[in-house]
T-cell receptor, first 113, second 112 residues
Framework: DTAVSQTPKYLVTQMGNDKSIKCEQN?????MYWYKQDSKKFLKIMFS???????INETVPNRFSPKSPDKAHLNLHINSLELGDSAVYFC????????????FGSGTRLTVV | DAKTTQPNSMESNEEEPVHLPCNHS???????IHWYRQLPSQGPEYVIH???SNVNNRMASLAIAEDRKSSTLILHRATLRDAAVYYC?????????????FGTGTRLTIIP
């Protein structure tokens, strides 16, 4: 039973398109995140949500819009895709106020052509 | 965010212990020391964390210096499956602004 699941695993699309990546966690965590890993393998946080409320927005272009319908889901919608958006996107979850680890999904590899 | 310093890469022979060092000289009293690893083509995976005392779990051991300015992740018997990038991260339970900030990590190569 996957703890943090992302769909799709692979996404190939043309420049200018709009696409969404979905994330769900069944751990009962109250905080969820989106991270981006670029071609140089550097992992950088994009957003965090706590109980459906946006907490962190790390100067991500407003073409990226996260949406959290409930605390178990955090989706990422990207408008007008650009070549530079090609990367692996990871969803993660944690429980606020506890020292335990984050749980990451297996990633979505987005390729913009 | 307090910073950590790790070697870019390390090699170890299979079935031998591996000691992965991390320096965090600016650690604050409320920072937890977390270790994650990322296997090829996978998401980061939590390994272990600690605050002041040494910690053991089924994956690894964490040895924390008395002054907390450094720590060492110990894999007791490396296998080929342990080849990964290992990240040492300081986590401050900052309510309302919690996040993990990844550095460049240590790429561990296991030699058969």
């Amino acid at each position: 039973d996957t703890a943090v699941s992302q769909t799709p695993k692979y996404l190939v699309t043309q420049m200018g398109n709009d696409k969404s990546i979905k994330c769900e966690q069944n751990l009962g965590h109250d905080t969820m995140y989106w991270y981006k890993q670029d071609s140089k393998k550097f992992l950088k946080i994009m957003f965090s949500y706590n109980n459906k409320e946006l907490i962190i927005n790390e100067t991500v272009p407003n073409r990226f819009s996260p949406k959290s319908p409930d605390k178990a889901h955090l989706n990422l919608h990207i408008n007008s895709l650009e070549l530079g958006d090609s990367a692996v996107y990871f969803c993660a979850s944690s429980q606020e106020g506890t020292a335990g680890g984050y749980t990451f999904g297996s990633g979505t590899r987005l390729t913009v052509v | 965010d307090a910073k950590t310093t790790q070697p870019n890469s390390m090699e170890s022979n299979e079935e031998e212990p591996v000691h992965l060092p991390c320096n965090h000289s600016t650690i604050s009293g409320t920072d937890y020391i977390h270790w994650y690893r990322q296997l090829p083509s996978q998401g980061p995976e939590y390994v272990i964390h600690g605050l002041t005392s040494n910690v053991n779990n089924r994956m690894a051991s964490l040895a924390i210096a008395e002054d907390r300015k450094s720590s060492t992740l110990i894999l007791h018997r490396a296998t080929l499956r342990d080849a990964a990038v290992y990240y040492c991260i300081l986590r401050d339970l900052n309510f309302g602004n919690e996040k993990l900030t990844f550095g460049t990590g240590t790429r561990l190569t296991i030699i058969p």
